[in-house]
C-alpha cells in the first residue's frame, strides 16, 4: 500500500470522488503542512497554524496508480486559485499535491505539466507540489462527511459541483 496526501479546499468535498475506487483502502481527512502537532478543526480555522485541510489516500498502486489519483485530483479542484477553493477562502483551504516519494513528486510535476499545455485554463496553474509533512486525522465527525449528512454537503459543495461540471464535462 502507498499514500496519497492532496488538498483542495474543504475535505469533506475532496472524500467522496475517491472513497470507492478499486484499490483505495481508505481515505481520511485530516490536517498537514503546518507547526503544531495534532491541531484541531477549531485551532485550524484560526490561521495561525500553519495546516490547510487534506485528504490521506492508502491505496494499492497495482489496482490504482498514483498517476489516475493525481488526475482525479485534477479534476475536483480549481487549479487556478490559490487562496481557498469555492466556498472555502483562506490558507486552510489552499490547493497543494503533497508528495511522499520523489516518484510521486515526478508524476505529480508532469501532471501539472501536462494541464498547463492542455490550455484548459487561462489563468495561471497555482497549485503547489510540497514534500509531505506530518498528516493528522480530523475528529471523526469530519470523516466520510458526505456519507453522514448528505443535505449539508450538497449545500456545502454547489459552487464546487457547478465550476467542476463547467470545467471538466
Not at 505529480?108 to 490550455?119: F, H, I, T
Amino acid at each position: 500500500m502507498e499514500r496519497a496526501i492532496f488538498a483542495g479546499g474543504c475535505f469533506w468535498c475532496m472524500v467522496q470522488p475517491f472513497d470507492s475506487l478499486d484499490g483505495i483502502e481508505r481515505v481520511t481527512s485530516g490536517y498537514t503542512g503546518g507547526h503544531l502537532d495534532n491541531p484541531s478543526y477549531e485551532e485550524v480555522l484560526t490561521h495561525t497554524t500553519g495546516h490547510t485541510e487534506a485528504v490521506e489516500i492508502i491505496f494499492d498502486p497495482l489496482i490504482f496508480p498514483y498517476e489516475k489519483l493525481v488526475e482525479i485530483y485534477w479534476q475536483q479542484t480549481d487549479p487556478t486559485d490559490a487562496l481557498g477553493q469555492f466556498e472555502d477562502r483562506g490558507d486552510n483551504y489552499r490547493p497543494v499535491i503533497f508528495y511522499t516519494s520523489e516518484a510521486q513528486r515526478v508524476i505529480a510535476e508532469k501532471s501539472k505539466q501536462n494541464l498547463v499545455n492542455s490550455g484548459r485554463f487561462t489563468q495561471p496553474i497555482v497549485t503547489t507540489i510540497e514534500q509531505a509533512t506530518p498528516f493528522w486525522p480530523a475528529e471523526d465527525y469530519h470523516q466520510a462527511f458526505y456519507r453522514k449528512d448528505a443535505k449539508r454537503y450538497q449545500l456545502s459543495s454547489q459552487k464546487r459541483h457547478k465550476f467542476l461540471k463547467e470545467k471538466w464535462s
